[in-house]
C-alpha cells in the first residue's frame, strides 16, 4: 500500500425529510446569501425546490434563483452563474439536483473568486486556489459529485468535456434523501448505478499491491450495486435499495475506497468525449466502453481480472486457464450491463464508428496516457473498435 493523505471533511445528512434542514445548515456554514442551483423541472414538480426554499425562507436567508443546468453541464451555463455571485456578493451556493448540478455548481464556487477564466482550471491541472463554500441536497445517485472535490464540464465550442479536482471544491454538506430518487426514470436510475460501478472499477484496477484492505471495499460495493440495482428497477419505490444506492454511489467517489493506490480513470476520460460528441447520458457510454476497455488491458494483469471475475462475480476459478476466468468475469459484466437495460455497443449508444478519430483526436493524446495501462491514441482506436461491435455473450 501507498502512503497517502485522506481528507473528506463534507458532513452527510441522510434520510427521509432532511432537505429541509438546509437552511440551517447553510446558516451553520456562515452563509448568507445563496445561489440556488438546480436543474429541469423535476425539482419544482415534485416540490423539492419549494420545500428547499421555505427552509432558507425560515432561517431568513436570502436567495437567488438560477435554474435548467443540463445533463453533461455547459460552460454557458457556468458563465452566467459567476456573473450573478460576483454582481450579487453571494457567499454561498446551494446546488439541487444531481451530479451535473453540482459539478456546475463547483465551477461556479471557483470561478466567483477568481479573475479570469474558469476554463483555466479544467483538462489542465491549474490548481484552485479558493472557491465559495457549496451544499447540495442530492437527486440522483450516480456522480458522487456530493462527496467529491471532482467537477466535469463541457465547454460548447468545440464540444470539449474536461474537469477539474480539488479539495476546496467538496461541498460542506450534503443531503441524501433516497425517497427524492424514487421518481427517477427506469433508464436513469441504470445510469446512475453502471457510474457508481465504474467509481469503483477506475479505483480498483491498480498496479499498487497488497491492497487488500480497498480491494474488499471494492468488492463490497460491487457486490452491493450488483444485487440492488436490479431489485431498484423492478420495485422503484424500495427505499431500502434506493438507500444502498445513494450511499454507495457518495463511498464509491468520496475516495475512502481509492487511498493508498494508484488508480486508472482512462474509460472516464474516453468516456468524456463520447458524451461530449453525442450527448449521451454518461453512465450509458461508460457501460459501452468500460467493458471493451477491460478486454484490451486484461492481459496487463490477468490475476487481478481473475480476482474480479470470482470474487464479484461469483465465477469458478479456472487454475489451469486464468485468462478464462478473466474473461468470463468481463462477459458477466457485460451481461448485467445488458439487463439492466444499458447500451453494450456503438449502435445502442447511438455513436458511429466513422467517429472514432475524431473522438480519439479530441482527447490529444501525446505519447501515452496513464493509468492501469498507459494507453497510446492507437489503443485507444482499438478500444473504441472493440465497443463498436461488442455482444452479450
Not at 470561478?111 to 457549496?134: C, M
Request: aromatic share 8%; net charge negative; hydrophobic share 40%.
Amino acid at each position: 500500500m501507498d502512503n497517502f493523505n485522506f481528507y473528506s471533511p463534507t458532513e452527510f445528512l441522510f434520510g427521509r425529510d432532511r432537505e429541509n434542514e438546509c437552511g440551517a445548515y447553510i446558516k451553520k456554514y456562515g452563509g448568507k446569501k445563496v445561489l440556488l442551483h438546480y436543474g429541469g423541472g423535476s425539482a419544482i414538480r415534485s416540490g423539492l425546490l419549494d420545500r428547499v426554499k421555505s427552509s432558507l425562507e425560515r432561517e431568513k436567508i436570502d436567495y437567488i434563483e438560477l435554474g435548467n443546468v443540463q445533463p453533461n453541464p455547459r460552460d454557458t451555463k457556468v458563465y452566467e452563474g459567476i456573473e450573478i455571485c460576483k454582481k450579487e456578493k453571494i457567499d454561498f451556493i446551494l446546488s439541487v439536483g444531481g451530479g451535473s448540478c453540482i459539478d456546475s455548481s463547483k465551477a461556479i464556487a471557483l470561478g466567483a473568486l477568481y479573475d479570469g477564466d474558469f476554463w483555466d482550471f479544467y483538462g489542465t491541472g491549474k490548481p484552485v486556489e479558493a472557491a465559495l463554500p457549496i451544499g447540495t441536497v442530492l437527486t440522483i445517485a450516480a456522480a458522487g459529485s456530493e462527496g467529491s472535490g471532482a467537477s466535469v464540464i463541457t465547454k460548447e465550442e468545440g464540444m470539449l468535456k474536461r474537469d477539474t479536482c480539488s479539495d476546496l471544491l467538496r461541498p460542506k454538506f450534503s443531503i441524501l434523501n433516497p425517497e427524492l430518487t424514487c421518481t427517477l426514470p427506469t433508464y436513469q436510475t441504470a445510469c446512475g448505478a453502471t457510474d457508481i460501478i465504474a467509481h469503483v472499477f477506475e479505483r480498483y484496477f491498480t498496479n499498487t499491491e497488497e491492497v487488500e484492505t480497498t480491494d474488499r471495499l471494492c468488492e463490497a460495493l460491487l457486490i452491493t450495486m450488483l444485487k440492488e440495482t436490479p431489485r431498484v428497477i423492478a420495485e422503484p419505490n424500495n427505499y431500502q435499495a434506493r438507500a444502498n444506492i445513494m450511499w454507495a454511489g457518495t463511498v464509491a467517489h468520496n475516495d475512502i475506497v481509492g487511498v493508498g493506490r494508484s488508480q486508472d480513470w482512462n474509460s472516464h476520460m474516453i468516456e468524456h468525449e463520447l458524451s461530449g460528441l453525442y450527448d449521451c447520458a454518461h453512465g450509458a457510454g461508460l457501460a459501452v466502453v468500460m467493458p471493451a476497455w477491460m478486454e484490451f488491458v486484461c492481459d496487463h494483469n490477468i490475476m487481478r481480472f481473475a480476482q474480479m471475475a470470482v470474487r464479484v462475480f461469483g465465477c469458478e476459478m479456472n487454475f489451469e486457464n486464468p485468462k478464462m476466468t478473466a474473461i468470463n468475469g468481463i462477459n458477466a459484466f457485460r451481461r448485467f450491463l445488458h439487463e439492466i437495460g444499458m447500451p453494450i455497443n456503438f449502435e445502442e449508444l447511438g455513436a458511429k464508428e466513422e467517429d472514432i478519430p475524431k473522438l480519439v483526436a479530441k482527447l490529444g493524446i501525446q505519447g501515452e496516457t496513464g493509468g492501469f495501462q498507459p494507453l497510446t491514441a492507437e489503443d485507444v482506436t482499438q478500444i473504441l473498435k472493440i465497443a463498436v461491435n461488442a455482444k452479450v455473450v
